[in-house]
């Protein structure tokens, strides 16, 4: 991993000490944290300051904070659709990892989430009560706050079809209840959440036999294990053409296998990249050139990059 590129270290000093002087003992802060064991792929470098806010008050008060004195600050969900460069983050990477974060509560057929419950763990509450329609979610690899910033989507399902109301923080520190109908989204994409943070939802299950929902999940897990790598990987990296699935288009330009460094394009399915060793993320950048590059000659498609690349280089 390459460390940041130099920043008067005073300055990092400076300001993280005088960020955790504001916030309760309860929060995690950290200077120089690694990045890459954090995300699905595992490359890229560290955070200059790394906080995890033990609850809404104190997201609110990193928030302002970083307002204040104009520091930059990226929120990391799981992972699980992120491209970190090797230089890693300058400013606050915030991680809603706090058990605050992280409920369910389910109240008859509505299930209150938080944005760091995995998506995973919702799919199996919902299955426990019988609730059904959220089956797409177990095949996910991320948390509710990543899905809702990019209007994740599995099995021809959607984030936000599931979402009854979202709850938010815009960025002086304010929290907001708003219905999912007032929200607008589109294909990978809630462009209110480019400018807020997600703290939850509340989504709507349908009471539906246990068997059915065991039958779905099944479907599910199955389609997963069987069209995509096992390998660390970053999801998808490329949004899907109106003409054709870009994994589909990969494979057809005969590119899976090609390879980086540590970083080949699947054989298993042509949209994924997978981190076969110390892939970098120059490795990864680079293959993700020669796959848009031969598309745009081959073929004239333009793809476009569904994977959120961050940091420096
Ligand atoms: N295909 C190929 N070769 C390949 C890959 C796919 O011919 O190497 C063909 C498949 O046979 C199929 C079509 O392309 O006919 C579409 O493939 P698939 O069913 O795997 O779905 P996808 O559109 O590639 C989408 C999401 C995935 C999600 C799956 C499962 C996008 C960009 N991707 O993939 O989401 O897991 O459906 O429902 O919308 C992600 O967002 O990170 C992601 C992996």
């Not at 940041?4 to 003992?25: F, G, Q, S």
């Not at 419950?117 to 979610?137: M, P, Q, S, V």
């Not at 708003?178 to 462009?191: F, G, I, L, M």
């Not at 036999?209 to 389609?223: G, M």
Request: with cysteine; glycine share 10%; hydrophobic share 40%.
């Amino acid at each position: 991993m390459t460390a940041l590129a130099p920043e008067p270290i005073t300055r990092t000093a400076d300001l993280a000490a005088e960020l955790r002087a504001l916030l309760k003992p309860a929060t995690v802060l950290r200077r120089d944290e690694p990045l890459a064991k954090r995300t699905t792929l595992r490359v890229g470098g560290p955070a200059e300051i790394y906080v995890e806010p033990a609850d809404e008050s104190e997201l609110a008060t990193v928030l302002r904070f970083c307002r204040d004195h104009e520091v930059p600050f990226f929120l990391l969900g799981r992972g699980s659709n992120l491209l970190i460069r090797n230089g890693g983050i300058r400013g606050v990477v915030i991680h809603l990892g706090a058990p605050a974060f992280s409920d369910i509560k389910v109240e008859g057929e509505q299930l209150r989430c938080g944005a760091g419950t995995r998506l995973k763990d919702i799919a199996l509450t919902a299955k426990r009560h019988g609730l059904g329609g959220l089956e797409f979610l177990e095949g996910i690899p991320g948390n509710l706050g990543g899905a809702l910033h990019m209007n994740a989507g599995a099995m021809n399902a959607w984030t936000f079809e599931a979402v009854e109301t979202l709850r938010f923080m815009d960025y002086t520190g304010v929290a907001h209840d708003r219905p999912a109908r007032d929200v607008p989204t589109t294909y990978r994409s809630c462009p209110l959440l480019k400018s807020a943070v997600a703290l939850g939802a509340v989504l709507k299950g349908c009471s539906t036999p246990r068997e059915q929902i065991e039958a779905k999940l099944a479907e599910c897990q199955k389609k997963r294990w069987t069209s995509q790598p096992k390998e660390p990987s970053a999801g998808c990296i490329f949004k899907n053409t109106k003409t054709v699935p870009a994994g589909k288009l990969v494979d057809e330009l005969g590119l899976k296998g090609t390879r980086v460094g540590d970083a080949v394009v699947s054989g298993v399915h042509g949209n994924f990249i997978i981190n076969v060793g110390k892939a970098t993320a120059r490795d990864v950048l680079a293959l993700i050139e020669i796959i848009r590059t031969t598309a745009r000659e081959q073929r004239g498609i333009q793809l476009e990059i569904e994977v959120e690349i961050v940091g420096e280089d």
